[in-house]
């Protein structure tokens, strides 16, 4: 994180905390997280885990981003049939979105990514990896099956502003949401 104070950070305490991160927040949740369990089971102190993270938010944000959270859940299926591809996902992540694991997890991301630059930067090339959407639909646009001047980055960026609009009002998904949004980023159905 930028801006830390203190010694140098150990390798190997870094990995030890973001595991005992990760492995409470499996076992508990979000809410019954708390720095002084992450950092008895790290084998660290307390002042270790708040000289390189500002609080639970950061670590969870941290333990999302290198992979350590949900592995493989928000990975984007490839049917070859992009909408129903798009409609499975959107639906996965409103599951995830609306769960009490799921709803911690977005809110500490959000708040992360509100206080640290970094955090955010990183959550904002994260999600906008081209293997998540933006390659598939450059694909379907190259084919013709979308629309020519479909723009692709803004696509995908409403897609995650859609999402975390939800996290934040704690609205949960209609039915037909989901296909309801792709159809309306990427036009109807181009005819073959």
């Known amino acids: 994180m930028a801006g830390r104070r203190g010694a140098p950070r150990s390798e190997a305490a870094r990995v030890a905390i973001l595991d005992a991160t990760a492995a409470l927040f499996a076992e508990r949740g ?21 000289r390189w993270w500002s609080g639970k938010s950061a670590l969870i944000a941290d333990c999302l981003l290198e992979g350590m959270l949900l592995p493989g859940t928000l990975d984007f299926p490839d049917t070859g049939d992009l909408r129903a591809d798009m409609t499975s996902w959107l639906r996965t992540a409103e599951g995830i979105i609306e769960s009490p694991t799921g709803e911690g997890l977005f809110r500490s991301l959000i708040a992360a990514a509100t206080e ?3 955090v955010g930067r990183r959550l904002r090339e994260s999600l906008a990896d081209p293997r998540l959407f933006a390659s598939r ?25 859609a999402l975390v609009f939800r996290a934040l009002a704690r609205t949960p998904a209609d039915p037909g949401y989901a296909e309801r949004l792709v159809d309306l980023l990427l036009g109807p159905r181009i005819a073959s």
Request: charged share 35%; proline share 2%.
């Open 116 to 118: 640290n630059e970094d």
């Open 30 to 50: 979000y809410d019954h997280l708390s720095i002084e369990g992450i950092a008895a089971r790290a084998g660290v102190g307390k002042q270790t885990v708040y």
């Open 137 to 161: 639909l450059r694909e379907a646009r190259e084919s013709g099956d979308l629309r020519a001047d479909l723009p692709i980055e803004d696509v995908s960026e409403t897609i995650i502003g």
